[in-house]
């Protein structure tokens, strides 16, 4: 941290989030300690949104309180689905006991903002399923949800059950019938979406799915993931560990993978940077767009051009009339923002504002 | 070289079976060239080629002039003309034939008589050609040498002694094969030392600095610098640049004489105006009449060649004006096409030379190609009584105005061990062909002979037969004759638009199994649009069948953390580039490949 600290002088940070892998593992004693740390060489602010990663198998009640008493404010919980054979699918070491179980031990350990990952669209299953397992969800009362539709990755041994026919092909049309079916659901039980995979428990109801944030401010829609909030806006960020990532600078770099190879470059005094990338500033302007346009909020046309010195109109004139017409993107002047219409069709978009 | 000391001669063999091994064993055994000529990777020396050296067959003749002391003392001139090594180049292999007055015939020891060794062999008798018998590869260990020595000798109807054993590869028994061209192989015919100038042009090549440089064979009379020239054909004159032989490199000479092989730089600017077949004659004294046989290259296979990026349409353009200096029967007119833009129709010989072409195009001139479905040309008898010949399907007029369409049948030979007749039968059936005979060969083998539409064969059936028959099976063929028969074109509808380049023209009772076919496979090949396709096929304005490629619902990537930036950052930009290189129909996205549907038909 103290190196990340050297990298980056000007570090006040706002957010701090435990990731990659399975952080509760970590011993409370060395949560706190290393918040501690980030207080003490990354100006961590006092109102700071702490978060902790966490599998609901391995969580009980005293390591729960205590990583709460350690500072951590926000727990996210991978619960990925409420049914025994689709966490079989997944392979996930849990069940759905576990999450009920871990859910309510966290609420008695004092956390008060508790966030759930989903998974939908996985081999076999179906609508009625899916919308069972947003119900039990829902039940348990979370602040925050993140549903994520199943990508199949190659060379993932589900990827290859998949080719084998051990398990039928994910239907992409299903999925996005679940994905909107979602959306409905999580509207009608008080979820506000900010982002294109994210729900907040609304402090105030939205009027509609995918509506424009109070005041275009996602914030204020309530317990929203101010971390993830900030690589959205893609602001920057530091990562410290094996395998981290970092953007700080108009580099983007990440360290060795392994944790062994990050403790031996540290133990000498070595950089642990494994690959870092110059974003050019045509490229930090298209990633702007590509991840600004995941949010409900959109991109702010004011402050692109504080930002970059160009107006938004003007750099990106034909992507935006193009996916206006197409009944992609809203673009009103002062934000360009998805349409509800666009939230399945990304990919189409973002790239349009990419560099050549 | 007075003429009873010159043998003209090629050699003929099945694809494979050893020809240029031999030519390169004959070159070094006169010491035309030395062994340290074959070092350097280039193992055969007449396939000069890339394209020839890689796909094992001569694409173009060559001619080479060989000394060599025969046992009887005496120092011979041997003119070793290679011909062309597929049937597209069959006109070709006929005129450098017509050049020659024997051929060596090699049979693999290991393989025995195929189907183009019958057809060499049978050309080289209609050129009246003393035929030297060889069979080669006799130091493998699967060689059948008395086997294949007994069917060559029954074939030819010589005694076996007179069939030589030889390994090309390890030199064997080789000079055995020269002293049996100078002992069978008869002089060139004495002619009238005042007789007018006939060299038969048997093949040309383009050279930036001389020309045109024509391969002649001198029927009659002589050529020197000073002997003005007009090509009997073309009418074109001109005065040489240089004459000479080959030996094996262009070596200038002071004439011609009858008799003799070599060649003469024209300075023309294409091998247009100094035609294969074309006769020269002396202009200051003409011959009465051109040498017999020659024949306009006439391409039977069409396709259209578009650049991927319509920008480089003036470069593929040049690089088709290059490739046609050498090229007599290459074709090539603009047109344009709804999704591909601007390109060319081209004209082949045949399938493999359309490949040859294409594979020139892309690695000789570097061009990125977008090559349409192969298709031939049609004849159309119009209700006015007028005749059209076209050369795409898209062309096809109202039926209502067509009175009768032609098209082309091939006759094709097919030698395949017995065990796979039924096979054979069965693709051929699936082609529409008719079955004409079956000739036995020997206990294990037999010739089938089938008369078959060009156009259902210029897909795959040589493919076919290969995977049918294990590769056991080889096969021939020739242009037989213009057909009448119940031809309709099926129009592909994307988005209730026809696609010019996808139009096939097929038999009425095959038109909607096609149709069907070609629409399930154009859906496979286009991706989800943002609205939905309906892909049909129809045939004059009726639909057949009907195919929707849904609309595309889903294409967000899930989940984007700050340690997902850069990897999702580039998927889009793949997906963005692939964009880029699809072509438009209308407002749908094609991607190049789908133009290619039709060659996958029949995989079903």
């Known amino acids: ?120 669209g996985l081999p076999g299953q179906t609508l009625a399923q899916w919308r069972h397992t947003l119900d039990a969800v829902l039940a348990l009362e979370p602040e925050h949800l993140s549903l994520y539709g199943l990508t199949l990755e190659p060379g993932t041994p589900l990827a290859q059950a998949v080719a084998s026919g051990a398990h039928p092909a994910p239907d992409p049309d299903l999925a996005a019938d679940m994905y909107l079916a979602a959306s409905e659901d999580l509207h009608n039980a008080g979820f506000w979406q900010y982002e294109i995979s994210n729900w907040a428990r609304g402090a105030h109801s939205a009027l509609e799915v995918w509506a424009l944030p109070p005041a275009g401010e996602t914030e204020r829609i309530g317990p929203v993931s101010r971390h993830n909030l900030a690589y959205w806006r893609n602001t920057a960020w530091l990562g410290v560990g094996a395998g981290s990532h970092s953007w700080w600078g108009g580099s983007r770099w990440h360290n060795v993978c392994h944790p062994r190879d990050y403790i031996a470059a540290l133990a000498a005094e070595r950089s642990p940077i494994a690959e870092s990338e110059v974003i050019s500033t045509a490229l930090e302007r298209g990633e702007t767009m590509m991840m600004g346009l995941r949010l409900a909020e959109g991109v702010n046309a004011a402050r692109f051009e504080v930002r970059f010195g160009v107006a938004l109109a003007a750099t990106y004139a034909e992507a935006l009339n193009r996916w206006q017409a197409a009944g992609l993107l809203v673009w009103d002047g002062a934000r360009a923002r998805l349409h509800r219409r666009g939230r399945l069709l990304g990919n189409q978009v973002f790239g349009d504002f990419l560099p050549d | ?111 025995g008589i195929e189907a183009q060794t019958l057809a060499n062999l049978y050309l080289a008798l209609e050129n009246d050609l003393e035929v030297v018998p060889v069979i080669n590869k006799i130091d493998l260990a699967t060689a059948e040498v008395a086997k294949v020595t007994a069917e060559v000798a029954e074939l030819l109807g010589v005694p076996e002694e007179e069939v030589i054993a030889v390994s090309a590869k390890e030199g064997t028994n080789v000079a055995a094969v020269l002293q049996a061209v100078v002992d069978h192989v008869p002089p060139p015919p004495e002619t009238d030392a005042d007789a007018p100038l006939k060299a038969l042009v048997f093949d040309s090549h383009y050279d930036v600095y001389k020309g045109v440089i024509a391969y ?163 004849e159309l008898l119009m209700t006015s009584g007028e005749e059209v010949v076209i050369h795409r399907p898209s062309d096809l007029p109202d039926p209502a105005l067509i009175q009768e369409i032609r098209e082309p049948w091939m006759k094709v030979q097919v030698i395949t061990p017995t065990d796979y007749i039924g096979a054979v039968m069965e693709i051929f059936r699936r082609k529409r062909a008719d079955f004409l005979l079956t000739e036995t060969l020997d206990q294990q083998r037999v010739m089938m002979t089938f008369d078959v539409p060009l156009a259902e064969m210029v897909i795959d059936l040589h493919d076919r037969l290969k995977s049918a028959t294990r590769g056991y099976a080889s096969m021939d063929y020739a242009f037989d004759s213009y057909r009448v028969d119940d031809l309709v074109k099926v129009d592909v509808l994307v988005n209730k638009e026809p696609v010019d380049a996808l139009a096939i023209i097929v038999h009425r009772d095959k038109a909607y199994e096609k149709g069907s076919l070609l629409i399930r496979k154009m859906k496979d090949a286009i991706p989800r649009q943002m609205f939905e396709v309906p892909i049909q096929a129809a045939v004059g304005g009726k639909v057949l069948a009907r195919v929707n490629v849904k609309a595309l619902r889903k294409d967000v990537l899930s989940k984007c953390y700050g340690g997902d930036v850069s990897r999702k950052r580039k998927l889009l930009e793949k997906q963005k580039a692939g964009k880029k290189r699809m072509k438009m129909l209308g407002n749908v996205v094609i991607p190049q490949d789908a133009f290619l549907a039709m060659l996958r038909l029949d995989e079903d």
């Open chain 1, 1 to 120: 941290m103290r190196r990340a600290a050297e990298t980056a002088l000007q570090a006040r940070a706002t957010t701090l989030y435990f990731g990659g892998g399975t952080p509760a593992l970590l011993a409370p004693a060395d949560v706190a300690r290393l918040i501690a740390a980030a207080r003490r060489w990354l100006a961590l602010t006092p109102d700071a949104e702490i978060t902790l990663e966490a599998n609901p198998g391995p969580l009980d009640a005293s390591r729960l309180a205590a990583l709460r008493q350690a500072g951590v404010n926000r727990l996210s919980l991978g619960v990925q689905s409420a049914h025994p054979a689709e966490l079989a699918v997944l392979g996930r070491g849990h069940s759905w006991e576990d999450v009920a179980r871990a859910a309510r031990q966290a609420r008695a350990g004092g956390w008060d903002n508790l966030s759930l990952d989903l998974i939908f």
């Open chain 2, 1 to 111: 070289m007075d003429s009873k000391h010159i043998r003209n001669f090629s050699i003929v063999a099945h694809i494979d079976h050893g020809k240029s091994t031999l030519a390169d064993r004959l070159l070094e055994l006169t010491g035309t060239v030395t062994s340290r000529d074959f070092s350097g990777g280039q193992a055969q020396l007449l396939d000069t080629m890339d394209l020839e050296q890689e796909k094992g067959v001569t694409i173009k003749a060559s001619a080479v002039q060989m000394r060599w002391q025969a046992a009887d003392g005496e120092t011979y001139e041997l003119n070793l003309i290679d011909t062309p090594g597929h049937v597209d180049f069959g006109y070709e292999v006929s005129r450098a034939l017509a050049a020659c007055e024997g051929a060596v015939l090699v049979v693999d020891a290991t393989q």
């Open chain 2, 216 to 378: 002649v064979r001198l029927q009659q009379g002589r050529v020197d610098m000073d002997t003005p020239l007009l090509m009997m054909v073309t009418q074109a004159k001109t005065e040489p640049v240089e004459v000479g032989v080959f030996a094996p490199g262009m070596t200038p000479v002071k004439e011609l004489a009858p008799g003799e092989v070599g060649y003469i730089a024209t300075g023309f600017k294409s091998v247009r105006e100094a035609r294969v077949g074309d006769t020269i004659t002396d202009a200051r004294n003409p011959a009465a009449e051109p040498l017999p046989g020659y024949q306009p290259a006439k391409p039977m296979v069409f396709a259209s060649l578009y650049p991927s990026e319509p920008d480089d349409y003036e470069n593929l353009r040049t690089a088709l004006e290059k490739l046609q200096l050498n090229d007599a029967a290459l074709t090539y007119q603009p047109e344009t096409s709804q999704a591909l833009k601007f390109g060319f129709r081209c004209g082949f010989l045949g399938l493999f030379h359309m490949v040859i072409v294409q594979e020139r195009l892309e690695r000789e001139y570097e061009q990125d190609l977008v090559v349409t479905a192969p298709s031939v040309a049609y």
